[in-house]
């Protein structure tokens, strides 16, 4: 026991690694496999935890190439190995010098159960997988505001393609809280405004991280919000050996969430080029294909201009004389309306009360009222009587 001295950080790290490593050369340990990575030098790096405790894990190339099967988050597994100490980050972790399997971990029996009770509901059948559109212009993001694959999905859009608008819905991505709050985003990018949908597709997804930093997106909640989405869902959850329930209900999946953007946006160079080529390559042939085509026609024309000739000489002659007989029939039909109308004037001329007042009769009205009986009266009415040249009031004495 060191007590009563200074020490540097390198000597405490040296004592506590000479004493880690001494105590522990020879150790078996039972944990869950947790943020498992494989990396292209061959090394293992994974946790193993049980609970809340958690302790780190390095397997090398030359040891794990023995091991005849691939490690997977959520395994429960025995590890044998010994305690090492790394310096650089005055980190302690195990040296795994063999691995086998334990039994099936609690998140990973978990995962399996609902996975095997969404597909047996038909979650994950093609059938039911949206098309993806091939050049959406708005595009609705499914994660954390804060989170860092936000920022890469936007700068994938703009680089591919600058036209498209993206529209976050932000919502935790991690924790208890998290898997409501991922199903009420993709409800929200679902509302219609104006009848019209928001987006035309939706990317849900985060970055990488262990099992339990990924766990939402195994929530039965979340499954059926992807599920029940009238907008197609793109998966875009972890890195590329990363797989969560929410990418086989989905209607694609995407390794990483950068990876999503880019295979739902076109890019726009290669639009550019290709209609550069389409103007160099198809120009000529559009003309050369007009020329062919405007031959042919003139050499049809003037196959038939002989009987067609005939046949609209023929035609224009019929035409000629139909709209004579029109022209015939129409001006005997205007001199017969024209007679019934001047006979219909001179009828109601006749009938007109002027013509009938000048030859010395009188209209007699009452109360606005004109009186054709004696019986209509009765004394002391006033009246109107109504003269050729004039009106006079009166009384019935």
Same mark, same amino acid.
């Given at each position: ?9 390198s ?25 498992f ?32 099967f691939?490690?997977?988050?959520g395994?429960?597994?025995v590890?044998?190995? +010994? ?8 980190g302690?972790? @195990? ?20 996975? +095997? ?14 098309? @993806?559109? +091939?050049?959406?212009?708005? @595009? ?11 920022? /890469?999905?936007?700068?994938?859009a ?8 993206? $529209?976050i ?23 219609? @405004?104006?009848?019209?949908p ?11 991280g262990?099992i ?22 793109v ?6 050996? /990363?797989?969560t ?36 390559n ?26 067609l ?18 022209n ?19 009828? $109601? ?6 013509l009938?007042?000048?030859?010395g ?30 009106k006079? +009031?009166?009384?019935?004495?």
């Amino acid at each position: 026991m060191i007590t009563n001295k200074i020490l540097t950080v390198s000597q405490i790290t040296g004592f506590i690694k000479s004493v880690l490593e001494k105590e522990f050369d020879d150790l078996t340990v039972i944990g869950e496999i947790s943020n498992f990575k494989a990396y292209p030098s061959g090394h293992w790096y994974f946790s193993l935890k049980e609970g809340d405790a958690v302790i780190s894990c390095t397997m090398w190339k030359f040891k794990n190439s023995f091991v005849k099967f691939i490690p997977k988050d959520g395994m429960k597994i025995v590890v044998e190995g +010994k305690i090492s100490v790394y310096p650089p980050r005055g980190g302690y972790q @195990i040296d795994v010098s063999s691995l086998s399997i334990a039994g099936e971990g609690e998140l990973f029996v978990a995962f399996e159960k609902l996975k +095997k009770k969404l597909a047996a509901e038909g979650l994950f059948e093609p059938d039911h997988k949206k098309a @993806i559109p +091939k050049m959406p212009m708005r @595009i609705g993001i499914v994660t954390s505001s804060q989170a860092a694959a936000l920022q /890469d999905m936007i700068a994938a859009a703009k680089r591919r393609f600058p036209l498209t608008e993206i $529209i976050i819905a932000s919502c935790l991505v991690q924790g208890s809280e998290a898997p409501k709050a991922i199903a009420n985003a993709i409800k929200e990018l679902n509302t219609l @405004i104006n009848d019209e949908p928001i987006c035309d597709v939706i990317i849900v997804g985060r970055g990488g991280g262990s099992i339990e930093d990924l766990w939402a997106f195994n929530d039965e909640i979340v499954a059926r919000a992807i599920f029940d989405s009238e907008i197609p869902i793109v998966s875009g959850v972890g890195h590329e050996t /990363d797989f969560t329930i929410a990418d086989f209900v989905a209607d694609m999946r995407a390794p990483t969430p950068t990876a999503a953007m880019e295979l739902i946006t076109p890019d726009g160079r290669e639009l550019v080029s290709f209609l550069k080529n389409f103007k160099l390559n198809y120009l000529s042939l559009i003309s050369s294909s007009v020329k062919r085509y405007n031959k042919f026609i003139k050499d049809e024309l003037k196959q038939l201009s002989g009987s067609l000739q005939k046949n609209l000489n023929s035609k224009m002659q019929r035409f000629d004389f139909g709209n004579y007989r029109f022209n015939e029939n129409l001006k005997k039909y205007i001199l017969k309306k024209r007679n019934r109308l001047e006979f219909l004037k001179a009828k $109601i001329s006749l009938a007109s009360p002027d013509l009938i007042l000048k030859k010395g009769f009188v209209l007699v009205e009452k109360e606005g009222k004109y009186i054709k009986r004696a019986s209509g009266l009765n004394l002391k009415d006033n009246i109107e009587l109504r003269f050729y040249d004039g009106k006079i +009031k009166g009384n019935i004495e």
